[in-house]
């Protein structure tokens, strides 16, 4: 067996990039910079666009920011193993949002028990600057053998960057009690300084009396926290339908409207069987009281594989990175690695208001060539071995996109009688993912090493599904009477993750 370590060498991160150790029988390895860089292009499996971490299990986006011209992307990581295990903060830096840079580990959890069967770690948080320019990150540290018989207990922390910010330092724990009837799951926090109140604000991910519900607490000092209420309590039929808590619950300021968005964990759909999916609201947060303007959930992906969505607001965008994940789909055996990130987001409003919408970020657009190699035309053609987008406008109803790999199904995206639909080669044909999509709309389609994000009306409709099987097509079959390009990847604007 072969066991992976990143290795902390903040004097050479800035020259050569992160130092992988590898401990095998032949003796301890090192690899750096350009061999990493090279080891990285030469996986089939690893998608272009998209993020993923050199190797082991990644989940969650956490602790997004953008310090002066350095966009910076933590994960859920852990960093010996390729399932999920005790978490720390993995770490990437990019100056375009696509391609990054691999960082040493930030931050390593308070317990390693995983020996014991118990794993926590330093979960899911947000990265937070004061209003005296400080960057700090909160975030819930799970310590998973406090008690034998209650098992695992969630705390806040906050860890502060060292000045290269290459490693958490001064963490301190800043709330430890949880409101009465709010049982273990007690996490991943959101803060932000909120001008009305005058004070800091927080929400937690938890469950109330067993319902899922995020809860708002309050602080003057951003130390010293006191849980204020509910801010959302979810319906009957989520605990029904198996809902144990909120997870990752962000909430944010747009267009003069408050938006919520919310995982729930253990929650199955019933219609489709789908789990972790993301729901929205869109409504106004008046005296510490979230208001949304109707009381349905909006699902956000119709998707299988949008997960722990985290905004944060950078230059006036609301920019939002996703885990690519589900539950029941894994990486064939024998990857090097497991997790992707979305695309970046940009996230705004529809014109009714009424929905969050969702598009890449005109940095993924940057990536592509400008010459289309599929123009206003309907027909088979060969593919590159990169990332493409697809775009279709106008009469969409009737359109079809059939990729395949080796004369077999990699993808099939259909409108038809309404309905966008998207099948991939691993589904069994009994389940549909599905969403309304009128005619006279537009189709974005990102394809990438068996990712697909779809991004429809105008982002109002999302799918993004990650497909395991027939990941590099080499047909693709478009029959449609809209208006349609096909983009391929900037060779020249584009390198490996890792430099
Ligand atoms: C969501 C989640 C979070 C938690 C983290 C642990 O995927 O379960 O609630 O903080 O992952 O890795």
Redesign the pocket.
Known sequence: AVLWAYGYQPQTVNETGITVFEFSQKGILQRTGAEIEDWLRSDPDRPALHFSPIRHWM??PVGLCKIDELWHLFY?FHPSGSD?GP?HWGHATSRDLVNWRHMPVFLHPEQNLWRLGATG?A??GNAFRDRDGSLMFFY?ERLPAYDLFKGYREIQKIARPDRLMIKAEGIVTVLEERPDGVEHDF??PKVWWDDTANAYRMIL?ASIEGDPAVLLFGSGDGLDWQYLRPLYRAPVNFRQEGARAV??PDFFRLEEKWVLVM?F?GHVEPRTRRHNLLYAMIGEFIDDCFVPDVPELQLLDFGTDY??MQSFEAGGRQIAFA?LFNWEYRKPEGSAYSGEMSLPRVLSLSEDRKRLRMLPTIEVDDHFAAAPIVEEQSGKFSLPMAPIEIRLSGALEGSKAVATQGGELAFEVGVAGGILSIRLAQDDGSIHYVAELADGKDLRLFHDCGIIEIFADGGTVCGTRRGYANINPDYLEISSSASTRVLERDAKRCCAAAR
Do not use: H, I, K, L
């Open positions: 989940n969650d859920q999920w978490m770690g979960f899911s819930t996490r991943d991910g997870e990752c995982g964990v997960y722990a885990w």
